[in-house]
């Protein structure tokens, strides 16, 4: 049937079906939602029916993309506080809700889908936030051998010319001038926020500090280019001559 003769309901229900795959397996039925991981995959539901209502569960599958982004650890205590907060269960396998009634289905699967969801996202930022946490101590490591006295061992806020205050991981002064360092890790959000900040600070023309991003893997980075823009782009595992010369 052409496009043109369906009813806008009909094109609503067809889109309906195409978000939502539904496949049968060993006495469950799996639902593949319009939902995704951080990794890219669809959030799965499974629904099996047991003598008295329902179990409504991820089947593990929160827990599983936890482990391919090296956080299965995290992800035990991460996922039985989201749980909690989302009204459910987790069993340190699966998130999940038991003994629903038909009429309750529903919210169940939405309730689940969308814990297993955010679990696996906080277990993403706490480790993104680990991971920078550790680098900064790294670079900090690097900028005392590089530059001495000339440097101290704390973040730092500068105010861009948005008269937004931003954190920096680090500065230091060189003869009156001074120069800001950002750690970027390789993920799109710490690319995000280091150009954010490096921008408004460029912002102020000639009064501007020197800016510096720090990337932990530069081949891994996303939006290399537009990093480059905003700041000059230095390797953590520079030589101590190269992090003299980036101020």
């Known amino acids: 049937m052409a496009v043109a003769a369906l009813t806008v309901e009909q094109i609503a229900n067809d889109i309906a079906r195409a978000l939502v795959r539904v496949s049968t397996r060993d006495q469950a039925v799996r639902l593949s939602l319009p939902l ?54 987790f069993d340190h396998n699966m998130m999940f809700d038991l003994d629903v009634e038909e009429d309750d289905l529903l919210p169940a699967v939405i309730a689940v889908a969308n814990g297993a969801k955010t679990a696996v996202e906080n277990t993403a930022v706490h480790l993104a936030t680990t991971e920078h946490a550790d680098y900064r101590a790294y670079l900090w490591d690097r900028l005392q051998g590089a530059y001495g006295d000339a440097f101290s061992r704390a973040p730092v806020t500068y105010k861009g010319a948005s008269a ?48 510096v991003s720090v990337v932990t893997n530069k081949d891994r980075t996303p939006r290399l280019l537009v990093l480059g823009r905003t700041s000059r782009i230095l390797s953590a595992d520079a030589t101590d001559e190269q992090y003299r010369l980036a101020a």
């Open 164 to 211: 937004e205050n931003w954190e920096f991981d680090a500065a230091v002064t060189v003869k009156g001038h001074l120069a800001l360092f950002q750690v970027v890790t390789p993920n799109a959000n710490s690319v995000n926020s280091a150009v954010t900040k490096f921008l408004d600070v460029g912002d102020l023309g000639e009064n501007a500090p020197k800016r």
């Open 36 to 89: 995704l991981y951080p990794g890219g995959s669809m959030v799965g539901i499974e629904l099996s029916r047991l003598r008295s209502g329902f179990l409504v569960s991820d089947a593990g599958g929160a827990r599983r993309e936890a482990g391919l982004i090296g956080g299965e650890r995290a992800f035990q205590r991460i996922a039985q506080e989201v749980a909690n907060r989302f009204g459910i269960r």
